[in-house]
């Protein structure tokens, strides 16, 4: 029987030795491993990693283990850990350093207002104290790699080049943006609106009856996107420029914001690059005329919008192109019987979705019916 061929040794230095490969980038020495580790030890290697670099590199960041943090329960601590680093939670997941993939577990990412924000993957030999740290993915990032995580109980398999940046962007979303601008992938007050609503008491709910407004009534689905009425005069005179708004009974504001191509709202938006805002707006006239005009617009007026913004409400569709816009995108809509879907894309695949609007709430209770309706449908 043919014993099987050694490990490469990462730090073998004789030249003639043919198991001696160089180091790959991203590579990174423990001064003090400690005891020659086991698998088990690997997240303990890549803890003291981060604690090495950061008083190499003069950073000031508390970083503490959550092991009492509901993500850190129900799968392997010998494959990593969730932590705190700076505020941000971090699944660190490990795999032996020359694997050309790891398993990510879904158990940490399942836990609603718990879940991991940012994924660290590492490469570690425990024997020699060696760690390879490739990058980071944001929750956005990684379900654009993983469609449907974290739905399953398999792990999914990441190779190596997914993830981005080395150490130094780790160390760089940390102290450039605030926890609250990375949004965790399950998050209790802002359900994802990009997937069917599961029951019809949760359709109800996100049907919006415009004529509300007018009673100050915004309705709580526009709120948990972080939607405000505007006064009447603010929403009158707005975007002179490109034209007056005097026509307007009410208006809603709802801002938003590129973080990291995501389009995020309410707390999310609070580390965006770029921001603008959706402007709804109720129009009327004497003779009882309605209609609904949206409006996407910077939110300081001379700024541009952003590349590649799609704006959907119904079947019209405008978009900023690959130069951005230097002027705000309309659409309007006349009133009638029919809900309004209302939608906003960035070309990276990033979207957000407005729940339903009517005019009427007789129009409302058509669509209540009409979705009790397609329930029962696919009982």
């Known amino acids: 029987m043919t014993p099987p061929a050694p490990t490469p040794d990462p730090l073998g230095d004789d030249p003639n030795d043919p198991m001696a490969l160089p180091l790959p980038p991203d590579s990174l020495l423990l001064e003090d491993a400690g005891p020659i580790g086991c698998a088990a030890d690997r997240p303990r290697l890549v803890m003291q990693v981060l604690r090495q670099q950061m008083a190499e590199l003069g950073l000031n960041l508390s970083l503490q283990e959550a092991a009492a943090s509901p993500a850190n329960r129900g799968w392997s601590g010998g494959d990593g850990l969730v932590f705190l680093l700076q505020g941000f939670r971090v699944q660190l997941v490990c795999a032996p350093f020359w694997a050309d993939e790891l398993l990510l577990p879904a158990a940490p990412w399942r836990q609603p207002g718990q879940s991991p924000q940012l994924l660290l993957g590492a490469w570690v030999e425990e024997e020699s104290g060696v760690v390879r740290l490739p990058g980071v993915l944001t929750a956005a990032e990684l379900l654009d790699r993983c469609a449907g995580f974290p739905h399953g109980q398999a792990p999914r398999t990441l190779p190596l080049t997914a993830f ?86 009410a208006t809603v504001s709802i801002p938003l914001g590129l973080v990291l191509g995501r389009i995020q709202c309410g707390p999310g938006r609070s580390g965006a690059s770029e921001r603008f805002q959706l402007i709804l707006q109720l129009c009327g006239e004497g003779d009882g005329t309605e209609w609904l005009q949206v409006w996407l617009e910077p939110d300081l007026p001379g700024d541009l919008l952003p590349q590649r913004l799609a704006l959907s409400v119904g079947d019209q569709v405008i978009d900023t192109g690959l130069d951005g816009s ?29 729940p339903f609007l009517y005019f009427f709430r007789a129009d409302l209770a058509q669509g209540e019916a009409d979705h009790a309706q397609g329930e029962s449908g696919h009982v």
């Open 326 to 354: 230097s002027e705000p995108l309309s659409l309007t809509v006349p009133a009638g019987n029919d809900g309004i879907g209302i939608s906003l894309r960035h070309g990276g695949g990033s979207q957000i979705e407005l």
């Open 164 to 249: 981005l940046g080395g150490l130094e962007r780790l160390f760089q979303l940390v102290r450039l943006l605030s926890p609250e601008a990375l949004t965790p992938l399950l998050t209790p007050a802002l359900p994802s609106l990009q997937t069917p609503l599961p029951t019809l008491r949760t359709a109800a709910a996100a049907l919006v009856v415009m004529r509300d407004w007018l009673e100050g009534q915004l309705g709580e689905a526009l709120a948990a996107l972080g939607a405000e009425l505007l006064p009447a005069t603010a929403g009158a005179f707005r975007s002179a420029a490109v034209q007056p708004r005097s026509a307007a009974l």
